[in-house]
Every structure is written in C-alpha cells, then in structure tokens.
C-alpha cells in the first residue's frame, strides 16, 4: 500500500473503507465544504459531513410511487441506496438566493449585488443519473447568452467524488434515459463499492487532475483485473434492477402530436398541482424573484426562489394565467421534460431518477403516464382554449 505510480488520468486504484477518511480530510483540509449524503427525518438526505460514520452506513431506501422507507441492509455498506429527496441543485441552484440589495441615500440609492459563493463545495457520493442532471444544468446555465454569476462561481469551483450504483430502487429508470446506472464522465473520482466476506473497499477511478492531485498523497494501490470486474459486476448487476422503465423511442415526436390525449385529464383529475415533482427534480431550474423592502423603507433586496410550472403564478401574464388548468400544468412539465426540452437544449430533461414518482403524494408516475399515452395515442386537435 503506498503512492505507487497510479495517479494517471483514468486510472483505477483501489482504496480501503476507513481510507476514504483520509479522502474527506484533504477536501476538508484543502478549504471545501464537504457535502454527502446523511440520514436525518427518515430519508437520506445530502448535508455537511466530517467523518465517515455521518454517511448512512448499512442503510438503504425503499422506493415506490408515493412510498419512500429506510431500511437496514445486512452489511455496513457506505452508499447502499439509491437517491433521496435532495439533489445537488440545491447546493449549486439553491432554493432562494438574494440576488441584490437597495440602500436608500437621502434622495438616491445604491445597489449592492450579492456576494459571490467564496467556499467551494466538495460533493461526495454523486450518482451517475445525477452528474447527468448537472451537466444539463451546465448547459442551461453557462452555455446560454447569460451566465448565472453564482451557479459559475460553484460549479467552477466544485470537486465531485461520484459513486456507481451498487443499487437501485423501485422508481429508478437511468437505464432508459442512457443516464446510469455507471458515471461516464464529469467527476474528479469515481468509487464502486466491494464488500467481500472480511474485505471492504473500493474502485476508484481518478477523472481529473484534481483528482489525481488530491488522492497522491492517500494511501492506496493499483486495482487488480479481477477488482475492476468486480466494480463491473456491481454496476451490471445494478442495471438489471431499475424498477422502471421508459420507451423512448419517437417520444418526443408522440408528446408533441398530442396536445388533447384525453389522459391529460385523467392525470389531472389525480394531480394535486403540489410542485413536489419539480422540487425534486434534479434539472427542474425555474425560479421566480421576490421584491421586498424593509419596515423603515432604508432597504430593499430581489430574492430569487425555486418556481414550478404547476403554480398558477409561473404562467401569469396580462391579467391571468396561461395554464390555468391543472391539465395544462401537468402536460407542460411532462412535454417540456420529454420532448420540448431536447429541441431547447439538445437533450431530454429527464434522467431517470425516480426521484419525482417517488416523493408525488398521490404516485402519478411519468413513466406510466407516457406509457398510457404510447398505448393509445390520440390525433391532435385544437380545443376552443387553446388546449389549456
Ligand atoms: S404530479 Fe404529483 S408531485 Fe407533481 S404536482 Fe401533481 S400531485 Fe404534485
Ligand atoms: S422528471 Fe422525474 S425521473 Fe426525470 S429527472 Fe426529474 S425527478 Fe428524475
């Protein structure tokens, strides 16, 4: 065990249990604010973490439409579940930011902007069908006409510690959306997880020079061919266990043709427009602002917060709602998602995680709802709305 000549861009090394320590230490030591996951209100949820027992050893989840539950495995796996109700977005987008504030100064003002983010963020435990939704966030945010000051200031400065799925849950379906179940690119270290009879550890694969840079001095050493069959096997085995799936096949263009399928109203008639779904959601990024002023009127400040195409307000123009039906609000996110998401940014909108079938109070499931509109699909018409 040493610092042998393994620090080479994709190469795999092997790491045991308690060494990851050392991992969250330097990231630690080298001024990041280290994120994982964490077990807090009966989920697994992504929060500060120092050690390794913060990390839901030995705990997996247990996903359904509408149904999430913990469970206990019977091993001390560290990253032996699927996703929570947290996605990254809510450290590199989050909920509510204060974009500015006003001073006022006699008969003028002055405008402060926001302080940029100062501490970077160290993400450990990021799963493929989540790189997946950054790097759609990436697009949306930093590759537009406007970039977002802040999410740049984050993301440029993010280190991620990305893990493949040794599981998957009830809700999951990367495999259909080509997100998961392995990380493919967009980490600085990638880990399997291998628990043997007497043997914990892990694969890891070093993705940039970050990475390379920070795991030179930690012990470690080369991976074997059979520990890299090992870590396949894992993620093989993962891929044969999504709990759903997705036919993607000429989606976009079915969504698009039907505008009237009378299963929009079914679906309505279940949806609560609650906006749990988008809250949830890993790449859902729309946001509303608030303007507020201060009792005395000295001071006033633009916040911005998580929006959902499911409130009446997000479509409000000119003295009424566009979507004022929750019809309308639900095959806008379910269109937008699916298929006008990959004319507008080049890819689907969805990345198979499950998160929003499992966390909807009344278990609408995207996956069946395109599934019931494939099955019997309707032509298109217009309606005397308009289709609202
Ligand atoms: S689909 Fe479910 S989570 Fe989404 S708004 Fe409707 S009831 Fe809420
Ligand atoms: S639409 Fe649902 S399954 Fe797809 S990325 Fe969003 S939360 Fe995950």
């Excluded at 539950?69 to 796996?77: K, V």
Aim: aromatic share 8%.
């Amino acid at each position: 065990m040493g610092q042998v000549a393994t620090e080479a861009l994709g190469a795999k090394l092997v790491i045991e249990r308690d060494d990851l320590q050392g991992v969250i230490d330097a990231l630690a030591n080298r001024g990041f604010r280290v994120i994982g996951p964490t077990v807090r209100d009966g989920a697994i949820v992504y929060d500060r973490v120092a050690a390794l027992d913060d990390l839901p050893i030995g705990w997996t989840d247990r996903q359904d439409a509408g149904q999430y539950r913990l469970e206990r495995r019977g091993d001390p796996a560290l990253f032996g579940y699927a996703v929570g109700p947290h996605s990254w977005k809510r450290f590199l987008h989050p909920p509510v930011e204060r974009l500015w504030q006003a001073h006022r100064e006699g008969d003028g003002f002055t405008v402060v902007e926001n302080e940029e983010p100062t501490t970077p963020l160290a993400f450990v435990g990021v799963r493929a069908c989540e790189l997946r939704a950054i790097a759609i966030h990436d697009r949306v945010f930093l590759s537009g006409s406007f970039r977002d000051k802040a999410y740049t200031v984050r993301r440029d400065h993010a280190f991620i510690v990305s893990v493949n799925c040794g599981q998957a849950c009830g809700t999951c379906f990367c495999v259909s959306m080509d997100a998961g179940p392995k990380v493919e690119a967009g980490f600085d270290l990638a880990l399997t997880e291998l628990i043997e009879e007497g043997s914990h550890r892990f694969v890891m694969e070093i993705g940039s020079a970050a990475g390379m840079d920070l795991i030179k001095d930690l012990p470690h050493r080369p991976a074997t061919a059979e520990e890299i069959a090992a870590a396949e096997r894992v993620v093989d085995r993962t891929r044969g266990q999504m709990g759903r799936q997705l036919d993607t096949d000429g989606l976009k263009e079915l969504l698009q043709a039907n505008p009237n399928h009378p299963r929009w109203d079914e679906v309505a008639g279940r949806c609560l427009t609650c906006g749990n779904c988008t809250n949830v959601c890993p790449t859902c990024f729309c946001t509303t602002v608030d303007d507020t002023t201060d009792l005395s009127g000295a001071t006033a400040e633009r916040v911005r917060r998580w929006d959902s195409c499911f409130t009446l307000d997000f479509s409000y123009i000119h003295g009424g709602s566009v979507r004022n039906s929750a019809r309308s609000r639900y095959r806008q996110w379910m269109t937008h998602k699916l298929a006008h998401w990959i004319d507008q940014f080049g890819s689907s909108g969805c990345v198979g995680c499950g998160r929003c079938i499992t966390w909807c109070p009344v278990g609408i499931d995207i996956t069946e709802e395109a599934a019931a509109i494939r099955d019997a699909p309707k032509p298109s018409r217009r309606d005397a709305d308009g289709g609202a």
